[in-house]
């Protein structure tokens, strides 16, 4: 036995296959176009005012969301994105329905009043999506911690253990309602 015993899950670099299914997903492959209603919903997207985050909180506000919160660490990027979302979704003027917010996940205090002030201030939260991360190789510390992992993963699962009271509130009130917690990776 020893060494020759074969483990239960064989994990090995199948680089060829996933080679092609890169290539054929990127070329071949276009997601299905959103079309679920989000009306009457309560939505937060962090890290909204670029890349997916900022596509997914057009998404939303373009499915009628009631409320859609842009979770962003510039306040100013944050209206700039607000901006953009407006002026391409011409079905709606309604820009009452988008406010940004700051959140600062390098800081454990900046995350935590942005989870008291959704306490306070958010009647419902049907849906929260934590898309705020970084990826560098630059070691840095924040907060005592190092950055990449302060705010992907530690101040990640501190927003999400956080939103989880007003997201379980949201389910009492409305039963038929299945609140949604997206942490993306
Ligand atoms: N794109 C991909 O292929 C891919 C693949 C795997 C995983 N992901 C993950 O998916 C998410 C979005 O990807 P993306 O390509 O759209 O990324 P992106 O364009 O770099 O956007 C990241 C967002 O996170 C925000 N952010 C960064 N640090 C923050 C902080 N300390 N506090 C609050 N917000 C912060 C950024 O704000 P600023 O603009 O102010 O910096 C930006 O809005 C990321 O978490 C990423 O790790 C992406």
Request: charged share 20%; with cysteine.
């Amino acid at each position: 036995m020893g060494n020759t015993q074969e483990s239960e899950f064989p994990i090995q670099l199948n680089l060829g296959p996933a080679i092609r299914q890169f290539f054929y997903s990127q070329l071949f492959i276009t997601p299905r176009y959103p079309t679920h209603s989000f009306a009457g919903k309560t939505i937060i997207v962090t890290g909204s005012n670029v890349g997916l985050g900022l596509e997914a909180a057009r998404h939303f506000y373009r499915l009628n969301a009631a409320k859609l919160i842009l979770a962003v660490r510039t306040v100013s990027k944050g209206q700039a994105a607000k901006e953009d979302i407006l002026k391409s979704v011409t079905a709606r003027n309604d820009a009452d329905a988008i406010e940004v917010w700051p959140l600062d996940q390098t800081s454990n205090q900046s995350t935590l009043e942005f989870c008291e002030r959704v306490q306070k201030e958010l009647p419902r939260l049907d849906a929260a999506v934590l898309n705020a991360g970084i990826n560098t190789k630059e070691f840095r510390i924040v907060d005592d911690y190092e950055q990449v992992t302060q705010v992907n993963v530690l101040n990640t699962f501190l927003l999400a253990l956080s939103l989880l009271p007003k997201l379980r509130d949201t389910k009492g009130e409305f039963p038929d309602e299945t609140p949604h917690l997206t942490i993306c990776y």
